[in-house]
Nanobody
Framework: QVQLVESGGGLVQAGGSLRLSCAAS????????MGWFRRAPGKEREFVAH????????YYADSVKGRFTISRDNAKNTVYLQMNSLKAEDTGVYFC?????????????????WGPGTQVTVSS
């Protein structure tokens, strides 16, 4: 069992930056591939970014590529999402999740543990 807690959300103006954190409980954190997803108002939860257990590989949705950076610190059991050049369409609840072994990087149903989420609101 892994427990996740996101933090770092808030209200920011368009063009601004935020850094989200996802703290995980449990052991062997470096074995877990992790992802960030978001749910915009009235929409389904969608993939944002993914990082492998070692941190050696990252993947991004086209909508955030070049603006967001996912990283992790395995010594702190924490995954980060640095969000720059924020746009109004980035508004939503951001969730981190643990992907099951061998699962799809982009498919939320292949993520087996989730945090409660943190709200990000970008004003235009």
């Amino acid at each position: 069992q892994v427990q996740l807690v996101e933090s770092g959300g808030g209200l920011v103006q368009a063009g601004g930056s935020l850094r989200l954190s996802c703290a995980a409980s449990g052991r062997n954190f470096n074995l877990y591939a992790m992802g960030w997803f978001r749910r915009a108002p009235g929409k389904e939860r969608e993939f944002v970014a993914h990082v492998t257990g070692s941190g050696s590989a990252t993947y991004y949705a086209d909508s955030v590529k070049g603006r967001f950076t996912i990283s992790r610190d395995n010594a702190k059991n924490t995954v980060y999402l640095q969000m720059n050049s924020l746009k109004a369409e980035d508004t939503g609840v951001y969730f981190c999740g643990v992907r099951r072994s061998g699962g799809s990087t982009y498919f939320q149903n292949d993520y087996i543990y989730w945090g409660p989420g943190t709200q990000v609101t970008v004003s235009s």
